[in-house]
């Protein structure tokens, strides 16, 4: 059973997600306010994100580098609407031991200041473009006041794709390359669906010229923004001087992008997928896959043992399995510790297993329990896996799909935000003064303009000031 100690999901969500990262052993808080501890299990599933992002770059042509952690504050300031979007959010290093330095440091929130000042001398003409540039690294952000793991972390980890283009239009095309990896990654291995669309102008990053997002729906209702994409336009290359040669000598400068997946989705998928029960992790990014539990006593010890080993030895090649054979806590015990963790399949066997050669299987996802042969387990595991995948995936995308409510009365929004029902689909008429009035009236703010309903706008009226409608937005109270 659950521990009846915990905060329940549906009833106080901010500390059921807090307490299950600790509880589960996931993370564990560090010495520093909002920094946290990476345990081995959530260092996995970051791996495993990271390396499926990073081999679909890759492919694509995209080439990591890696950057200093410290900029000079110089360089910050090159880029005035940048430095002005992160200067409540830098960190700086004074000194150096007990002596104070010439000029301070910035703990990089972001790279572009320093990256853009060593790569504009690799760019002479066109043949040396484009240069397409991905770094994973951590940064460090500390504007807010009250953190949450990885929701809002005053450290993550992240990649930064920087790209640099000869033209506007070479630029732009990279947009559904690089959100399309991210939406493949996100279903493909966290078995998360989202909602891609543009940022409003308000909402952009700092220094770009348009920013797209793909957000999620938490369990609380609030959104929150997941990997996001950035057309910087000339703003950075005229700062910095970037500058190539075009085919007929002239010079011009560079078009950018700048794009990132975080440490973030662990927060979301913890909060999406898992229950009263604790985590449900997903297959592909379980450390774990499959633990298998003997329960014996005594007397059958030796026997029980020998036959948990051999199932273990069965299925090693296809699942990452594990046997829990520690004798300080009891079956039960140990089935909702397993359950807490978010393991995918749980394996029990005792003696009535080791005569009858089937063992009984549970799914965390459903908690249905089936027999199985262990001499089809090689064979059955993997197919199940996949299965839990699916189910995770689609569970997901329908609880999404069900809190996007698609509204034109301003009432209905204002009762969508009280309730914190998820999303008021809008129509909006583009307006900045809309856009705070909302927002003012009832803390939510535009998660983006979702791609596929934009042909909806036509013939719609904003759902503030009656205007023809330029947009539809999801209105939404955000993280």
């Known amino acids: 059973m659950p521990n009846d100690k915990r905060a329940k999901k549906s009833e106080n969500f901010s500390e059921w997600y807090t307490s299950v990262l600790i509880d589960s052993g996931f993370i564990d808080y560090s010495p520093v306010s909002g920094m946290i501890v990476f345990r081995p299990d959530s260092y996995f599933a970051w791996e495993i994100i990271r390396d499926?992002?990073?081999?679909?770059?890759?492919?694509?042509?995209?080439?990591?580098v890696y950057f200093p952690l410290l900029i000079p504050e110089k360089l910050l300031e090159k880029e005035k609407e940048h430095v002005e979007g992160f200067s409540p959010e830098v960190a700086w290093v004074t000194h150096a031991g007990k002596s104070k330095l010439d000029e301070r440091l910035a703990i990089r929130p972001t790279s572009e200041t320093i990256m853009y000042e060593v790569v504009k001398k690799w760019i002479k003409s066109w043949r040396d473009l484009p240069l397409?540039?991905?770094?994973?690294?951590?940064?460090?952000?500390?504007?807010?006041?009250?953190?949450?793991?990885?929701?809002?972390?005053?450290?993550?980890?992240?990649?930064?794709?920087?790209?640099?283009?000869?033209?506007?239009?070479?630029?732009?095309?990279?947009?559904?390359e690089?959100?399309?990896?991210?939406?493949?990654?996100?279903?493909?291995?966290?078995?998360?669906p989202g909602i891609p669309g543009r940022?409003?102008?308000?909402?952009?990053?700092?220094?770009?010229?348009?920013?797209?997002?793909?957000?999620?729906?938490?369990?609380?209702?609030?959104?929150?923004?997941?990997?996001?994409?950035h057309i910087d336009g000339q703003k950075f290359s005229k700062a910095f001087g970037i500058t190539f040669l075009d085919k007929d000598g002239n010079s011009k400068f560079a078009y950018q992008n700048t794009f990132a997946i975080s440490t973030r989705e662990l927060g979301v998928l913890i909060a999406v997928h898992g229950d009263d029960r604790g985590m449900i992790l997903p297959p592909k990014i379980a450390r774990i896959q499959a633990v298998i539990i003997p329960i014996y006593n005594s007397g059958n010890k030796a026997v029980v043992l020998e036959k948990a080993n051999e199932v273990y030895a069965s299925i090693r090649n296809k699942v990452r399995a594990y046997i829990d054979d520690n004798d300080a806590y009891s079956p039960g015990w140990k089935f909702n510790e397993w359950e807490l963790?978010?393991?995918?399949?749980?394996?029990?066997?005792?003696?009535?297993?080791?005569k009858s050669g089937k063992v009984s299987v549970v799914r965390r996802d459903t908690l249905e329990?089936?027999?199985?042969?262990?001499?089809?387990?090689?064979?059955?595991?993997?197919?199940?896996?996949?299965?839990?995948?699916?189910?995770?995936?689609?569970?997901?995308?329908?609880?999404?799909?069900?809190?996007?409510?698609?509204?034109?009365?301003f009432k209905k929004l204002?009762?969508?935000?009280?309730?914190?029902?998820?999303?008021?689909?809008?129509?909006?008429?583009?307006?900045?003064?809309?856009e705070m009035k909302i927002k003012e009236d009832t803390g939510a703010k535009i998660a983006n303009m979702p791609f596929d309903a934009q042909?909806?706008?036509k013939g719609k009226k904003c759902i503030l000031c009656g205007k023809e409608a330029k947009y539809i937005a999801d209105f939404a109270r955000s993280y």
């Open 178 to 192: 690089v959100l399309g990896i991210y939406e493949r990654v996100l279903k493909d291995y966290i078995a998360m």
């Open 199 to 229: 940022k409003t102008d308000y909402e952009k990053f700092a220094g770009a010229e348009a920013s797209y997002s793909i957000e999620h729906i938490m369990p609380d209702g609030w959104m929150i923004q997941g990997p996001d994409f």
């Open 455 to 457: 042909s909806k706008a």
């Open 132 to 176: 397409r540039m991905n770094q994973w690294n951590n940064v460090v952000r500390w504007e807010f006041k009250h953190p949450t793991p990885f929701l809002r972390s005053r450290e993550f980890l992240w990649n930064e794709g920087h790209t640099i283009f000869a033209t506007k239009e070479e630029a732009d095309a990279e947009r559904d």
């Open 414 to 434: 204002s009762e969508i935000m009280e309730k914190s029902m998820g999303a008021a689909r809008a129509p909006w008429c583009g307006s900045h003064e809309c």
């Open 369 to 409: 329990k089936t027999e199985i042969p262990i001499s089809e387990l090689h064979n059955v595991l993997p197919r199940l896996l996949d299965e839990i995948h699916n189910s995770l995936y689609n569970r997901a995308k329908k609880y999404m799909e069900a809190h996007i409510h698609e509204v034109e009365d």
């Open 52 to 64: 499926a992002v990073d081999t679909q770059f890759k492919k694509s042509g995209i080439q990591n």
């Open 341 to 354: 963790k978010g393991v995918p399949i749980r394996i029990e066997l005792g003696e009535k297993e080791t």
